[in-house]
């Protein structure tokens, strides 16, 4: 069955740097790939999708990128704040139907000012 | 515009005892979901739907049923409660893609305690 990790459950920086979260995943070849947020007490909130074709996708102060040989994305944020400070979970497509989405256990950024 | 919006909010339950959980969307979307959240376990699937009439399992479905009677509605229910069945419960709604994958939409979550 597909499997996600995410790498790491919590990463800390300071605020301005540039925070890069890891997802890889296996047995599968998701035809794309999204990255949500979530805050505490509240519901996944839709960032950014990846398509296979897609090498990189930007949006403001976001970029994901898809490398598909090495079953890795990697989600950037670039001079990050304070607000910035969630949960961010990767997800899939639970099979090449693409019905129904299966998420990473999600790594929780703390931004510090 | 509500999105997606779940009822109850929170709710306790005694062990053995039965309840469904309702999940409302008003944009008209094909599929819809229903996750659980543990504590280190991320998010999990239930049980979704890719239209009216239809249901399928998830990753974890058992103890649970679902039914999509109408394409806005989709309910979630216990028959018989158990301590493993507490969570936190998301259900979620997305267009039909085709593969290509669009974003899902989520409600607020129903936080459930099994005593």
């Known amino acids: 069955s597909q499997k996600i990790e995410q790498n790491s459950e919590a990463l800390n920086i300071q605020e301005g740097k540039t925070a890069t979260l890891t997802c890889n995943y296996t047995?599968?070849?998701?035809?794309?790939l999204q990255w949500y947020r979530q805050d505490p007490g509240r519901g996944p909130v839709f960032l950014l999708l990846?398509?296979?074709?897609?090498k990189e996708k930007r949006k403001e102060r976001l970029k994901v990128t898809f490398d598909t040989t090495l079953k890795q994305s990697l989600f950037h944020i670039t001079a990050s704040q304070p607000a910035d400070s969630a949960t961010y979970l990767c997800?899939?497509?639970?099979?090449?139907?693409?019905?129904?989405?299966?998420f990473g256990k999600g790594t929780t950024l703390s931004v510090s000012s | 515009n509500a999105g997606v919006t779940q009822t109850p909010k929170f709710r306790v339950l005694k062990t053995g005892q039965s309840m469904t959980l309702l999940c409302a969307q008003d944009?008209?979307?094909?599929?819809m979901y229903w996750y659980r959240q543990d504590p280190g376990m991320g998010l999990r699937l239930i049980h979704y739907?890719?239209?009216?009439?239809?249901?399928a399992k998830g990753e974890v479905p058992d103890g649970y049923n679902v039914s999509r009677l109408k394409k806005q509605n989709f309910l979630l229910g216990l028959e018989s409660a158990a301590p493993s069945q507490t969570s936190v419960y998301f259900c979620?709604?997305?267009?039909?893609?085709?593969?290509?994958?669009?974003?899902?939409?989520f409600g607020q979550g129903t936080r459930l305690t099994v005593v």
């Open positions: 979620a709604s997305s267009l039909r893609s085709g593969g290509l994958g669009t974003e899902a939409f």
């Open positions: 047995n599968y070849s998701p035809a794309y």
């Open positions: 990846i398509r296979e074709n897609e």
């Open positions: 997800a899939l497509a639970r099979s090449q139907a693409g019905t129904a989405l299966i």
């Open positions: 944009m008209n979307h094909e599929y």
């Open positions: 739907s890719v239209g009216e009439g239809t249901t």
